[in-house]
């Protein structure tokens, strides 16, 4: 991954960053690729791959709209069968499987339950929503239409066996197996998908890819595109406010749910997103984690909506939204939605209390869906379609815009995006994707006996638990990691033991670090599991500060912007009760 230089110069000023140099100094690539969310990465590590001259923008931090509010889940989508989308499954579990190979370091199996109350709900409305995705009652589903459901479903995803078929348990069983469940269960479903603890990291692991294959393939981020000329798009730099034009042949829009605004700004009217926000809570609840022991639970509620309660470290997320959103409103998880969540722990889990001191991080998105009219939210296809359109402005140049998209069928979705734009370049593929380990994954030990052989090195050079740390943190990717720290010396950090300062150095100058949000919530996970306090928000200030070469006044404004981001979108509380919680949960 490229290293930029400073955000700011010595006295407080603009610098021009390295990443962004790379592009203006030479503004012309065979591809565009506007936004930097999962598909755009994915699609610009694809082409990267082919050897094409590929330059990809995104407008903020990479990975921090759509895909940063994702529920950490790599899936088949079981619901889907509902909607009649068999492709969009076939896909989505054939992708989940090679996930499990290619990117083992973040992407684990998962096991999940379904609690069940009734036996035949849902049988007589299940029809007329899989034919209309308008009517029927939303009553939740019955053992005997998921029953049917997860056959359907084990015939999609076995992959030769690999993945265990679903069981179902009796309400004698389920009780013994999760004794706080609502006494009322009647049955329970488990089946296998998996767990994404680490999306944002992921998402860098897959850019990281696309810049190791050469000095074709340039990125940066918090780079804007703000039109088009007869010489190209119009980018402008967020951080120095300079523009320029980068001439292509093919502009790519993955932009999310965002991809109309995109296009207007390039001077192309289209209708193509309706998306929905969807949001989440983080819980410290010690009981209720154990409950789970590290099974997701996920059910349907009676609105229709889908819900999970899943452990992801240390902590419990509940999820999830399916809202009708403006994506020109910013999205944040309100009370209603707080209220809503915490019924829905109480109708599975009646005898575990909840209250809002235990929430320790919220977030919301937008899904990029599709316009859909009266269709309801939740029968909204997840499936994804690619369009594209001369670009008039200049001749024998196309625009490509991608409608839909999501975390699981990313790899899939690029080899797509990638062979319709090749077609358009005239060239052929000459590398596959399919199987291909990404970042960290390459190599990653997956027996014990392996881990032990990857261990004795970095063991060597800086003990035994920071290496498991490190190899659990950024996969085999530890290397490049403990390199750093052996060179720097691995000084701690005062504020928390989750991180050193010279791992958040390494972090700040080696990933295209530009704010300290950055690294609060994508580097790292200290936002998510409700690490970060007043006192380690100056702390990193001054690491990351120091990094990058901001002065006072910029590091100032830095924690104040990041303190802002936390509180108001993502409901941190600081203080005395900020730093309470972080001594007890450390």
């Not at 605004?261 to 949001?279: C, I």
């Not at 100056?538 to 006044?553: F, H, I, K, Y």
Request: glycine share 8%; hydrophobic share 40%.
């Amino acid at each position: 991954m490229s290293t930029p230089s400073a955000s700011t110069a010595p006295d407080g000023t603009p610098a021009t960053r390295t990443d962004v140099a790379r592009i203006a100094s030479n503004p012309r690539a065979s591809v565009v690729i506007i936004g930097g969310g999962i598909n755009g990465l994915a699609t610009f590590r694809d082409l990267a791959l082919q050897g094409v001259d590929v330059v990809l923008v995104e407008r903020g931090d990479y990975v921090s709209g759509a895909s940063s509010a994702s529920s950490h889940m790599i899936h088949g989508g079981v619901r889907y069968l509902e909607n009649g989308e068999f492709r969009l499954v076939r896909e989505s579990v054939q992708e989940r499987n090679g996930l499990l190979k290619t990117a083992p370091h973040y992407v684990k199996p998962l096991r999940t339950t379904i609690p069940i109350f009734s036996t035949v709900s849902g049988v007589v409305a299940a029809p007329l929503r899989f034919l209309t995705h308008k009517g029927g009652s939303t009553k939740e589903r019955g053992a005997l239409l998921i029953k049917v459901g997860l056959s359907l479903y084990d015939s999609f995803s076995r992959d030769g066996g690999s993945v265990p078929r679903h069981q179902f348990r009796g309400r004698k069983a389920s009780l013994a197996d999760l004794p706080a469940l609502n006494p009322d269960v009647k049955y329970t479903a488990t089946y296998f998908d998996a767990s994404m603890h680490d999306p944002e990291r992921l998402a860098l692991d897959v850019l990281h890819d696309a810049l190791a294959a050469g000095e074709h393939a340039r990125s940066a981020n918090y780079v804007e595109a703000v039109g088009f000329t007869p010489e190209g798009v119009v980018v402008r730099d967020r951080v120095s406010g300079a523009e320029f034009a980068i001439a292509a042949d093919v502009v790519v829009n993955t932009s999310g749910p965002w991809t109309d605004l995109t296009n207007e700004a390039l001077g192309m009217s289209t209708e193509y997103m309706g998306g929905t926000k969807g949001s989440h809570i983080v819980l410290d609840h010690p009981e209720l984690l154990a409950e789970l022991d590290g099974r997701e639970l996920f059910f349907e509620n009676n609105d229709g909506r889908i819900v999970l309660i899943y452990p992801l470290k240390g902590r419990v997320m509940v999820g999830t939204t399916d809202i009708d959103a403006d994506v020109r409103e910013p999205s944040v998880c309100t009370e209603e939605e707080v209220d809503y969540f915490f019924d829905l722990v109480k109708h599975v889990f009646p005898t575990f209390t909840l209250d809002r001191s235990q929430i320790v991080y919220r977030f919301a998105g937008i899904r990029p869906l599709p316009k859909h009219d009266d269709t309801q939210p939740g029968f909204v296809s997840r499936d994804y379609r690619i369009v594209k359109t001369p670009i008039e402005e200049r001749a024998g140049s196309t625009l490509v815009s991608l409608v839909g998209g999501k975390w699981t069928t990313f790899r899939a979705l690029a080899e797509h995006m990638t062979n319709d734009v090749l077609e358009l370049l005239g060239r052929s593929r000459t590398v596959s994707t399919v199987g291909l380990a990404i970042g960290g994954g390459k190599a990653y030990p997956t027996t014990d006996a392996a881990r032990r052989v990857w261990l004795a090195d970095p063991t060597d050079r800086v003990g035994r638990l920071r290496a498991e740390q490190l190899l659990e943190r950024y996969g085999t990717r530890a290397t490049e990691v403990i390199d750093y720290l052996e060179e720097h010396g691995d000084v701690a950090l005062a504020a928390t033991a989750e991180y050193s300062r010279t791992e958040i150095e390494y972090l700040a100058t080696a990933e295209s670090v530009v704010h300290l949000i950055d690294v609060l919530l994508r580097r790292t996970s200290l936002a998510f599991t409700g690490s970060v306090t007043a006192e380690l928000l100056d702390e990193l200030g001054d690491v990351v500060g120091s990094a990058l070469g901001w002065d006072a006044q910029a590091r100032s404004r830095e924690v104040a912007d990041a303190r802002a981001e936390l509180e108001v979108a993502h409901g941190v509380v600081f203080g005395a009760q900020s730093a309470q919680h972080h001594t007890a949960s450390a």
